[in-house]
């Protein structure tokens, strides 16, 4: 059973495209992350949501847009895509308020 | 300077080794400490994680928390070929969104 999910695990695509990339929990958890890694492997928080409502939104830039249909599911979307969009984003769910958090697999974005 | 520091290695040690990682952080009020693991292409994995000042054994690792020296360190015991991964410190306040600062985390390499 997996607890994180993320679809697709590999995305390819040509700079100016639109993307989505869906997260899905099965912990019964309340909060969701995006987080972004690049290449020299700094993990940094994009977004969080709880119940539903953004409640930490980093400095990222607004072509990059959360969605949270439940609370099992945030998904991100991504405008007009950019060669420095290309890092490995990772979802990751925790009780609310909680500390221990975990991740899904990543999903790995190349922007050609 | 970056809030927490890590050193990213590569640290290459021969099986059966002690092996020690480090981080130093700025941020007094950081409360609650954890360590994850992650493998190549893979999502970090929550290892240990403690509130308080000293050590917290489990099995062959212990996680170190000097608050004073604003330093924690992760030893591992008889290291193994499969405990060849980056291994990421992270820190948080308590309360407020929990939300995490993480290393950039120190590529260990266990060789037989």
């Known amino acids: 059973d997996t607890a994180v999910s993320q679809t697709p695990k590999y995305l390819v695509t040509q700079m100016g495209n639109d993307k989505s990339i869906k997260c899905e929990q099965n912990l019964g958890h309340d909060t969701m992350y995006w987080y972004k890694q690049d290449s020299k492997k700094f993990l940094k928080i994009m977004f969080s949501y709880n119940n539903k409502e953004l409640i930490i939104n980093e400095t990222v830039p607004n072509r990059f847009s959360p969605k949270s249909p439940d609370k099992a599911h945030l998904n991100l979307h991504i405008n007009s895509l950019e060669l420095g969009d290309s890092a490995v984003y990772f979802c990751a769910s925790s009780q609310a308020g909680g500390d221990t958090q975990y991740f899904g697999p990543g999903t790995r974005l190349t922007v050609l | 300077q970056k809030e927490v520091e890590q050193d990213p290695g590569p640290l290459s040690v021969p099986e059966g080794a002690i092996v020690s990682l480090n981080c130093t952080y700025s941020?007094?009020?950081?409360?609650?400490f954890m360590w994850y693991r992650q493998y190549s292409r893979k999502g970090p994995e929550l290892l240990m994680y403690?509130?308080?000042?000293g050590n917290k054994e489990d099995g062959r690792f212990t996680a170190q928390v000097d608050k004073s020296s604003k330093y924690i360190s992760l030893f591992i015991r008889d290291s193994q070929p499969s405990d060849s991964a980056t291994y990421l410190c992270a820190m948080s306040e308590i309360g407020g969104s929990y939300i995490p600062t993480f290393g950039r985390g120190t590529s260990l390499i266990v060789h037989p």
């Open positions: 941020n007094s009020a950081f409360q609650y």
């Open positions: 403690t509130y308080s000042s």
